[in-house]
Every structure is written in structure tokens, then in C-alpha cells.
């Protein structure tokens, strides 16, 4: 446990200390915050002037790219713990140290609580935009227990989070350059899949399946389910989320597992990478 | 894989002829992540890893490197640019114009501008330390929404209020969207769009200037302050 807290500490470090955290979280609000725009822009455009403007479609969109951009954001920290610990020389110390998991998993959860600040305040940001600048009033709820269930899928969210980041981190024990292209592949193959933007029905079959089988669809469900509605469907996608979450992280911890020790066995926990 | 999912998107919101504007984007936005990751951070992450004293102590000036670079990385992006086209133009089938001049034109003069602020950027950020990469976290996406990478930013079908679309203005990459668009999916000409190629030639005339004018500057600074090649600020 005091692994874990001291890579937390040493993540918002990286996170937030790079200049004044209040700066550094403002930073983090404004590119999350167009990214939402973007997306209800080009919904607004296209439904507007398809003669159909629902604002419940608003409110699904303003949620779900809100939670996809602070998935994005954060499912990078495992990698780059691995790569740049890599390049600084600072992983094998880490490897040698200890466990190398208690670090990924300590530096994910402190990206996720500098990612939730930013996905809160541009979830509020991006609403508050919209009713301006389209004239759109999302009908999205905002009070103490919507709120809370929220936070709740979006904590549920990290044990999704760190399994697919360990997957990740396993790869980043191999990987000696343009590490930082599968993750963007996979962030973007996540706003397809995970419902950020639109219903998985209406993708062809069956591409829906690949929906179902990702923690984070059910986890936007959840957070809709908290913010928009009906409430009464959240425990059914809380859990789900839950499930398929912990699918994901044993798959995770396995696959790090047995790349770690490869990785010692063929000389990569110690590589250099430039 | 967002070019793909706005125009998933603009094909729910029920207007598939419209995912044009989200392919279009999609080619132009490999660019401006060029111009961004690989231009603008180039030298900050020499200076990083202990490069870039080497290319002080060369003979070569640091604006030839850059200009040398901008070359580069317009032949090494576009691989990358015409596969999200061909990708996003097998899936949703839109409607563009045939190639044109205007539309040579409206995509040089834009890289251009393009990558004259890539220089100017890069100047920025030899500057500063880590604090580059969290600039261009910070302004990606902003200057991607402002300038309508996706959707119309300025002009015919813009959601922004005017003095929002004044402003979006004033960043190269909107004028070149808006005319791409306008070349591209309208149909438009030449004669239909020369105001906008008037205002990227000035536009690619002032970054480039201005651009090598601050590397000039910061290069001359730091030889005298000695601090242009310190690796951790």
C-alpha cells in the first residue's frame, strides 16, 4: 500500500507539478472541453440541418465524449510510466526496487484523479457553452446524487482503466520507438466502440459485440444512466461495468506478468530508449 | 480514427452527405499533429536529450534545419494523410470535386502557413522545458474546434457567433479548412475563392517571417545568456 501511495504522489507530480496544479488542471479543462465541442458542433450541424434537433442527444454526446476524453487521457500514464521510465533510465531502478505493478497502478490512479478533476469541470464547461452558443439546453442533471453516481462510474472506471493500461505497459516494456502510436490507436477504436458519440446499434453487426465486451461502453451507459437517465438503470450498467472491468484487468495483470519476465529474460527492463 | 467517428456521427445526426467535412478534416488534421508534435517539439526534445548543441555548433543555421524539417515532414505525413482519405472515401463515399488547381493551391499554401507557425512554435518552446508538451495538449484540440477541422467554423454553416469566427480567422488552418471545403465539396473555383488564397499567401508570408525572425532572436539570446542548451529547467 505504501508503494502505491508513493507512486500516486510521484504521478501527480508529473501530473500537476509541471507548474502551478491549478494552472496545470485549467490546462488540462480546455482541450477536453473543445474535444466535447467538436462533437456536439458536428451533431448540431448535421442534425440542425437535417430539420431534427433532439437535446437529449446533445446531453448523450456532452456525456459521453466527456468521459472518452478523460479515458483517453489517462489510459496513456501506464504506458508512459514504462517508456519514459525507460528513456530516463528510471524503470530499471523501479523493476529492481519492487513491483513494477504497485508503480503502473499507483501512477494510473493519479493520472485518473488529475483526468476526473478536467472531465468534471469540462463535462460542467462544455454544458454551459452549448446553451450559449447553439441555444441547446442539455437536459443533463446536476445535483448531489447525480453527481455522485458519476464519480462512482467513473472510480469503477479504473479498474478497466488499469487493466488495459497494463496491457499497454506490457507492450511499452518492448517497444524502443513511436511508442505513443497504439495508444492512440486504441483511444481512437474507443470512441467508436465505447458508445462516446453514438449508439453501438447503429454500427453494422457485428461490431455491436465488440461494444458489449468493453468496460468502458458500460461505464458511459452508467454515467448517462447517472446524469441523463433513467436512474433506475444504472446498478445493471454499474455492474456490468464492473465485470467486464475486472475481465479486463486479470487479462491485464497477466499478460504484464509474463511480459515482465520475458522482458527481463531477453534485456528490455533495462534497455535504453531514446 | 476521430475522422472516422465524426463522420459516423454526422451520418447518425442524419446528413451523410456531410461526412465529407470529417474526411477532409481527418487528411489536414495528420498535418496539423506534424506540425505540433514533430515540428514545433523537435527542438525542445533535442535540447532534451543533449542534440541540440550539436546543431549549434554546426555551420548550418538553425532556420535551415527547420525549413529542411517542414519539408520533411510534408513528404513523411502524407502517406499517413492519403490513407485517412482513402479510408474515410471507402466507408462513406462522399461527394468531392474533381482535383483542380485551386485545390493545389489551397493545400500548399496552407501547409505553408502551416508550417511557418510550426517555426515560429518551435522557437516557443526551445524556450521552456516539459511545459511544450503540455502547450500542445493545451491547444491542440482548441485549434482544431476553433478552425473547424470537422465542421464549418467560418462562413456558410458556421454555429459560432461572428467575433468568435473573426478570431477563428486569424489561425491559418481555419482560412485553409474553409477553403478546402469550399474547393473540395462545393465545387468552388479560383474565382470563387481567391480572397482566401490572398489571405493564406499573407498568412504563410507573416508566419514565415515571423517564425524564423524568433527562432533568430532566441538562438541569439541563448548564445549570449548560455542557457539555450541547459537540459532541465
Known amino acids: 500500500m505504501r508503494g502505491i501511495l508513493s507512486a500516486i504522489i510521484l504521478g501527480l507530480e508529473r501530473e500537476i507539478k509541471w507548474t502551478y496544479p491549478p494552472i496545470a488542471i485549467a490546462v488540462g479543462v480546455v482541450p477536453a472541453t473543445a474535444s466535447i465541442l467538436t462533437a456536439v458542433m458536428v451533431f448540431w450541424i448535421g442534425s440542425s440541418q437535417g430539420g431534427s434537433l433532439d437535446p437529449y442527444w446533445i446531453a448523450y454526446i456532452i456525456v459521453g465524449a466527456a468521459l472518452y476524453a478523460h479515458f483517453s487521457s489517462y489510459i496513456w500514464a501506464p504506458l508512459s510510466a514504462v517508456t519514459e521510465g525507460k528513456a530516463s533510465y528510471t524503470f530499471p531502478y523501479v523493476y529492481i526496487a519492487g513491483s513494477t505493478i504497485t508503480y503502473i497502478v499507483g501512477r494510473t490512479v493519479a493520472s485518473f484523479i488529475e483526468s476526473s478533476l478536467t472531465a468534471l469541470a469540462s463535462l460542467v464547461a462544455a454544458s454551459y457553452v452549448v446553451s450559449v452558443m447553439p441555444g441547446v439546453d442539455a437536459p443533463i442533471t446536476i445535483d448531489l446524487l447525480s453527481l455522485s453516481l458519476f464519480l462512482l462510474s467513473m472510480t469503477i472506471g479504473v479498474v478497466a482503466a488499469v487493466g488495459l493500461g497494463l496491457l499497454l505497459a506490457a507492450y511499452g516494456i518492448f517497444v524502443t520507438r513511436l511508442e505513443w502510436g497504439l495508444p492512440v490507436y486504441i483511444a481512437g477504436l474507443l470512441m467508436i466502440f465505447t458508445e462516446a458519440l453514438f449508439p453501438s446499434s447503429s454500427l453494422p453487426w457485428p461490431l455491436p459485440l465488440i461494444s458489449e465486451a468493453l468496460p468502458f461502453t458500460h461505464i458511459t451507459r452508467a454515467a448517462r444512466a447517472a446524469l441523463i437517465g433513467p436512474l433506475q438503470n444504472y446498478p445493471l450498467y454499474a455492474a456490468q461495468a464492473l465485470i467486464t472491468g475486472v475481465i479486463w484487468l486479470a487479462a491485464g495483470v497477466a499478460v504484464y506478468v509474463l511480459s515482465e519476465r520475458r522482458g527481463r529474460l531477453k534485456g528490455y527492463i533495462d534497455q535504453r530508449v531514446v | ?233
Open chain 2, 1 to 233: 480514427m476521430t475522422s472516422m467517428a465524426l463522420a459516423l456521427l454526422y451520418r447518425f445526426a442524419g446528413l451523410g452527405q456531410f461526412t465529407g467535412f470529417a474526411v477532409l478534416g481527418g487528411g489536414m488534421m495528420a498535418y496539423w499533429g506534424n506540425v505540433l508534435w514533430s515540428m514545433a517539439s523537435q527542438l525542445n526534445w533535442d535540447k532534451r536529450s543533449g542534440m541540440l548543441y550539436l546543431y549549434i555548433a554546426s555551420p548550418a543555421p538553425l532556420t535551415s534545419l527547420l525549413v529542411g524539417m517542414s519539408l520533411g515532414g510534408i513528404v513523411g505525413t502524407l502517406p499517413s494523410s492519403l490513407i485517412v482519405l482513402a479510408i474515410g472515401i471507402t466507408l462513406f463515399n462522399p461527394q468531392f470535386s474533381p482535383p483542380s488547381i485551386a485545390l493545389a493551391a489551397t493545400f500548399t499554401l496552407t501547409l505553408i502557413a502551416l508550417y511557418g507557425m510550426g517555426i515560429a512554435l518551435s522557437s516557443l518552446y526551445m524556450v521552456t522545458g516539459r511545459e511544450a508538451e503540455e502547450i500542445n495538449e493545451a491547444i491542440f484540440e482548441p485549434v482544431s474546434f476553433l478552425s473547424g477541422l470537422y465542421f464549418p467554423s467560418v462562413g456558410r454553416g458556421s454555429p459560432f457567433p461572428f467575433a468568435l469566427q473573426a478570431v477563428a480567422s486569424l489561425i491559418p488552418l481555419t482560412i485553409g479548412m474553409d477553403t478546402l471545403r469550399r474547393v473540395a465539396i462545393y465545387g468552388q473555383d479560383l474565382p470563387d475563392v481567391w480572397a482566401n488564397l490572398a489571405a493564406l499567401s499573407l498568412m504563410a508570408l507573416v508566419s514565415i517571417i515571423g517564425g524564423t525572425r524568433a527562432l533568430s532572436y532566441v538562438e541569439m539570446r541563448g548564445r549570449r545568456t548560455g542557457d539555450l542548451t541547459v537540459r532541465i529547467r
